[in-house]
């Protein structure tokens, strides 16, 4: 089966650090994403990782250690602007197609 | 950058009608695209992958006859809930994949669809 889980809320203060984190279980694996999606919007892309380690761009870092099934994206100098819902996702293929799993999403607020 | 848009952008229906919701990727072909649906604060659930010239693959749980997917061109795909009910209501999201020789940011989304089932 395929089980992805983040935490559902999470609240934090303009200009600290925040770090959502995202455990996995799926069948395949073909990589890492994480968007962002305000409310009523579509997904924006963030960041994918495939291999192990850290993926720095700018305020935002993403992290991935495949065996353990676990991965989780960093926020820094925090802004309003960066409430939103953020979404683990793994890549997958199935029937030769690659498609995506999204978890459950954590909302983020964050406060002046 | 490459854009996905989806026509109508929320749509009010009454229960027992049917709604078509057309996606199309502006900018580039798409072999394939994907349909996803999202409750009030939930993530979104994959609903079936649609693949041009060929039939639909829907995940488990969604009844094929009554999310009809088509996807006769390489720029558009539309998925049709027949005999919409109010739980049908919900945000429905369309993906287009461009393949770059790489899977990442190979899916671009459209900005969605409210549909509003009364």
């Known amino acids: 089966g395929q089980n992805i889980d983040q935490p559902t809320e999470m609240t934090a203060t303009e200009g600290a650090i925040v770090q959502i984190n995202c455990t996995y279980q799926?069948?395949?694996?073909?990589?890492l994403f994480w968007y962002q999606q305000h409310a009523g919007e579509a997904p924006t892309f963030l960041s994918y990782?495939?291999?192990?380690g850290l993926e720095e761009k700018g305020r935002f870092s993403s992290f991935l250690s495949r065996s353990k099934g676990y991965s989780y994206l960093l926020l820094k100098e925090l802004q309003m602007k960066d409430s939103a819902s953020y979404l683990c996702?793994?890549?997958?293929?199935?029937?030769?197609?690659?498609?995506?799993?999204f978890g459950t999403g954590t909302r983020l607020q964050v406060f002046p | 950058g490459a854009v996905v848009s989806q026509h109508p952008s929320w749509v009010i229906c009454k229960s027992g009608t049917s709604v078509k919701i057309e996606c199309r990727s502006l900018?580039?072909?798409?072999?394939?695209m994907f349909w996803y649906r999202q409750f009030p604060k939930q993530s979104l659930m994959l609903m079936a992958t649609?693949?041009?010239?060929?039939?639909?693959?829907?995940e488990q749980g969604v009844e094929k006859d009554k999310f009809l997917i088509n996807h006769a061109s390489l720029t558009l795909s539309t998925l049709t809930v027949t005999s919409a009910h109010p739980e049908d209501s919900s945000f429905y999201i369309c993906?287009?994949?461009?393949?770059?020789?790489?899977?990442?940011?190979?899916?671009?989304f459209g900005p969605g669809t409210r549909l509003l089932v009364l």
């Open positions: 993906s287009a994949d461009r393949t770059s020789g790489g899977p990442q940011e190979t899916q671009y």
């Open positions: 799926t069948s395949g694996f073909n990589g």
């Open positions: 990782n495939v291999l192990d």
């Open positions: 996702a793994v890549g997958t293929t199935s029937y030769n197609t690659d498609k995506l799993i």
């Open positions: 900018d580039f072909q798409a072999t394939t």
């Open positions: 649609s693949n041009e010239g060929s039939k639909a693959t829907y």
